[in-house]
Each structure stands twice: as structure tokens, then as C-alpha cells.
């Protein structure tokens, strides 16, 4: 298909998409434990008068959950896109690659050696996914300019295997800390809090805007590694950048709401089918699709077996796992 026509079958598709999000945003936000507190609840809400009950369930409590779920949403959407773009790997994520998982046992080890990590938990996280995405490109003979497709998503399984084993043999150290990072690693956002916004809010700003920025060395890596060298570009400086981003926001997002799987393979595929190959359009499409399914998970986190709840991270899984059973059987790309 033409540039022409992929411009003309995104504006609806965008439009589409805004709609989504729209209509996700405000049944996640019109769904809760209190079946009494809707949307009318949201007038008010930031005006000077002492609120009332459901306004401050909705100011407190959803309000903040659904921000949440949307900065994670762009997050692993933007993570997963570069991952994909800079291996030009159609299976690679956060979750395919071990990143996810690694993230994860960061943030066990912060939990158990509190000493050792201080208040910097993130940081642990971070490092977590930076150390997990170095060890599967490093199996994948990324370092050496040789990125064997196999190699990385068979590296991404172990390396994340191994973290995933290590997480639960955490679970026989200490049974309190044990049952709180069980809690954690299902991907829960139920007691999200306004002092998990602002950080969040800040990275996943600051990771798109770098993303954005990234868009054209993206676009040269598609076209391969050498003409993306006779194009100017030095295609290890954005394996490099790309990788590293995609670990802070992944580690970022997992510090906040444990590992979340599946959204960062799901989305950029999705997007590309609609609006096309171009990571100009891409990036932002992608951004507001990861949002978009991350509020309607929320929703439905909240709806499927109301008045209890389902971790999000379950609902992501759900949807995600056969999406990634399908990719496996179809991509091509795999020597």
C-alpha cells in the first residue's frame, strides 16, 4: 500500500482509536468497588469546596489508577515498538525478552534488601531490565554486530525463565514480603495512589518525546543495517539508545505495577497494520493504542467478576498470549 493509502485509512483509524481510548478512560474510570460513584462524580472534583464521598473516591482512588494504567500503557507500548524496530524481530517485547522479567527480580531483590536498595527501588528495577535485555542481546550476538533472530527470542525465554525461577524462590524466604511480591508480579494497580502518578507521568513523557526523536533512525533500521550505514547512520548507536530506553521504561513501569506482559507485542503490531510502517506515525499511534488497551484491561480488570477483581496484568495476559501464539506461527523473520 502507498503512503497516500495509509494516510487515508489512519485518519479513521485514528479517529477510531481516540474514541477507544475515550470510551475506556470513562468506564475505567465509572467502574470501582462503590457501585454508586459514576462519571458525575468527576464534576467537582478539583474545584476549592470540601468534596464528597464519591468525589473523593474518584479524585483518590480512580482517578490516579487510571492515569496509572495509561503512562504504563504508553510505556510498554513504546518499548515494545523500539524493541521490535532495533532487532527488526516481529516477536520482540519486554516480555519475549526477558526484560520484563528481569525488572521483576530487581524489584524483589529492593524489597528483600531494603538496606542495600535505600528508597531507590525504581532504580533497582531499572537496572533489573537493563541487566536482563544485556544478557538476551549478548546471547543473540547483538554486541558482536552478528543479532541472530532465534538466538535473541530463544535468549529472551531463558534469561527470562531464570528470573522468573529466581522471583519465586523468593517466595520461600519470608512469608509477608513473599505474599506481597506474589501480589506484585500479577501485574495488580489496584492501590495506586497519586505519589505513583508524578514520576510515571514524567519518564513516559520524557520516553516518548525520545522516541519521537528516534523515529527516523528507527525508520533507517528497518531498511537493514547496511543501507542504514550508508544512510549516515550507525545502526549499534540506536541498538544501543533503542535498547536502553525500552529497559528504563519497562523497569519503570514494572516498579510501579509489577510485570505486565504482552502489551508491548500486541500494540506496535496492531498499529502497524493500520497506520503503516512509518515510525513518525507509529510512535505516537502506538503510544495512545497502549493506553488504550491498558484503561480498557482496568475496566474489564474491574468488570469480569465484579465486585472482586482481576489483576490487570491477568487481563493483559489474556489478550496478549494467543496474539503472540499466532505472531509465532506466522512471522517469517526467524532463521
Given at each position: ?45 478539583f474545584g476549592?469546596e ?11 482512588i ?46 524483589v ?15 533497582f ?9 544485556a ?27 531464570f ?24 501485574g495488580?494497580?489496584a ?9 510515571l ?26 543501507s ?91 489478550i ?15 532463521e
Amino acid at each position: 500500500m502507498t503512503t497516500g493509502g495509509w494516510q487515508h485509512r489512519g485518519v479513521p483509524a485514528g479517529l477510531l482509536l481516540i474514541t477507544l481510548f475515550a470510551s475506556g478512560a470513562a468506564a475505567s474510570l465509572a467502574t470501582g468497588g462503590r457501585s454508586d460513584v459514576g462519571l458525575s462524580a468527576l464534576l467537582g472534583v478539583f474545584g476549592a469546596e470540601p468534596k464528597s464521598l464519591a468525589q473523593s473516591v474518584m479524585f483518590d482512588i480512580r482517578l490516579p489508577r487510571t492515569l496509572v494504567a495509561v503512562f504504563i500503557g504508553i510505556n510498554l507500548a513504546m518499548a515494545g515498538l523500539i524493541l521490535q524496530a532495533v532487532t527488526r524481530n516481529p516477536l520482540a517485547s519486554p516480555s519475549i525478552l526477558g526484560v520484563n522479567q528481569g525488572a521483576a527480580l530487581g524489584m524483589v531483590l529492593a524489597l528483600f534488601f531494603p538496606a542495600m536498595s535505600g528508597s531507590a527501588v525504581g532504580v533497582f528495577a531499572v537496572t533489573g531490565a537493563l541487566t536482563a535485555g544485556a544478557l538476551t542481546f549478548a546471547i543473540a550476538g547483538g554486541f558482536q554486530g552478528e543479532l541472530n533472530s532465534l538466538r535473541l527470542i530463544l535468549g529472551g525465554v531463558a534469561v527470562g525463565a531464570f528470573a522468573c525461577a529466581l522471583v519465586r524462590f523468593s517466595f520461600t524466604l519470608d512469608d509477608d514480603l513473599s505474599r506481597q511480591v506474589v501480589r506484585w508480579t500479577s501485574g495488580n494497580i489496584a492501590d495506586m495512589r497519586w505519589h505513583d502518578v508524578g514520576p510515571l507521568a514524567g519518564l513516559s513523557i520524557t520516553g516518548l518525546i525520545a522516541t519521537v526523536l528516534l523515529s527516523h533512525r528507527l525508520n533507517l533500521m528497518a531498511l537493514g543495517e547496511a543501507s542504514a550505514t550508508g544512510l549516515g547512520t550507525d545502526p549499534r548507536i540506536t541498538l544501543l539508545f533503542g535498547a536502553v530506553l525500552a529497559a528504563i521504561l519497562t523497569g519503570a513501569s514494572v516498579a510501579v505495577a509489577g510485570p505486565v506482559a504482552f502489551v508491548g507485542l500486541v500494540v506496535p503490531h496492531m498499529c502497524r497494520l493500520v497506520f503503516g510502517p512509518d515510525h513518525r506515525i507509529l510512535v505516537p499511534a502506538a503510544a495512545l493504542g497502549g493506553a488504550t488497551l491498558m484503561v480498557l484491561a482496568d475496566f474489564a480488570s474491574k468488570w469480569v467478576i465484579a465486585p472482586f477483581e482481576t489483576p490487570v496484568g491477568v487481563i493483559a495476559a489474556l489478550i496478549g498470549a494467543p496474539y503472540f501464539l499466532y505472531q509465532t506461527l506466522v512471522a517469517k523473520d526467524l532463521e
